[in-house]
């Protein structure tokens, strides 16, 4: 059977679930964490995970730039994984539903009916069945601990709430939105005279009073011919430059001269207008109290994190686990 799972669908629940990297792997300790031990052969097995992932959504400079700062931090996110996990199984949560709850969920999302089927799924990436139900679930205590130990202690009152509306209103004000309808004539294939010639001819037809939306799918290019030139509403800002000047003076179904841009030639018509507005608290203030809880929350957990380190015995033997020996 082919995987029906998408690329990215298992990749924030999957690390440390790929296979061992190839060629022979001289078992070390890397580092000492209370009575468990990271080796090298786990220490090279995340990253591989970790690497794999990023290389699937990120290209060029961007990949550089996110996996050096991912790869110096990657020991200690393990470490820290480590902490988390054995405080969460002293204090013996049960997560048995839960890992059933989100495995459920994996295989409604991945269009998969049997469980048959979804183990078979995760052996062609690789993945045996058991593996990964043991990182689920270790996910989940680490989650569940940090919950109980973190979240519980945040509060967020409604006057934190109400005064960041007040002091951040430009966060809460939408741009002016236009509806725009557009004939588009491309300059591939066309001599400076042909193009000429067209928008002439569908100038004295847009004048001649005809439906807009017809001319643009009768006269017009694709792409926009195929949905008769519509282009939606594009909030100000996100149109191209060249034409957002066009049309930001316009009023309710007035046409622009022809416009040239980077791909081609525009005549647009605004359909509609929305002016700018600034959101109502109402509106808005569910997404502050969570802007503000997740900004409590990473400060809280931090102090949580720095503290337990603290608390247990870690020993780092190799600091640097990719250097060549």
Do not use: C
């Amino acid at each position: 059977m082919r995987s029906r799972f998408s690329p990215l669908v298992l990749a924030a629940v999957l690390f440390g679930l790929a296979g061992p990297a190839a060629g022979q792997v001289v078992e070390e300790i890397v580092a000492i964490v209370n009575d468990d031990i990271i080796t090298l052969s786990e220490f090279k097995e995340y990253h591989d995970s970790v690497y794999q992932m990023m290389r699937s959504q990120l290209q060029g400079e961007e990949f550089d730039k996110q996996y050096d700062r991912v790869k110096k931090d990657m020991l200690d996110t393990m470490i820290t994984d480590f902490l988390l996990l054995q405080m969460a199984k002293k204090k013996q949560y049960s997560v048995g539903e839960e890992v059933k709850n989100y495995v459920d969920r994996l295989k409604r999302e991945n269009n998969i009916e049997t469980d048959a089927q979804f183990q078979q799924a995760l052996l062609q990436q690789g993945i045996q069945y058991e593996q990964f139900l043991k990182q689920i679930e270790e996910n989940i205590l680490r989650q569940i601990l940090i919950s109980q130990e973190v979240d519980r202690s945040i509060v967020v009152d409604e006057t934190e709430v109400v005064n960041y509306y007040k002091l951040n209103q430009a966060e809460f004000v939408e741009p002016e939105e236009y509806k725009l309808r557009a004939i588009y004539l491309s300059t591939e294939a066309r001599s400076a005279d042909e193009l000429e010639s067209r928008k002439t001819e569908i100038s004295e037809k847009v004048a001649a009073g005809p439906d807009f939306a017809l001319l643009a799918a009768e006269l017009g290019d694709s792409p926009l011919k195929e949905n008769q030139g519509d282009l939606g509403f594009i909030k100000k800002g996100q149109l191209d430059k060249i034409l957002e000047e066009a049309v930001v003076n316009l009023k309710p179904g007035e046409i622009t001269p022809w416009v040239q841009a980077k791909n081609g030639w525009y005549l647009l018509k605004l359909e509609e207008k929305k002016e700018s507005r600034l959101k109502p608290y109402d509106e808005v203030k569910k997404d502050i109290g969570e802007k503000i809880f997740m900004q409590k929350k990473s400060k809280k957990l931090a102090e949580f994190l720095t503290d337990i380190k603290a608390k247990n015995y870690i020993k780092i033997l190799k600091p640097n686990p990719l250097d060549l020996q």
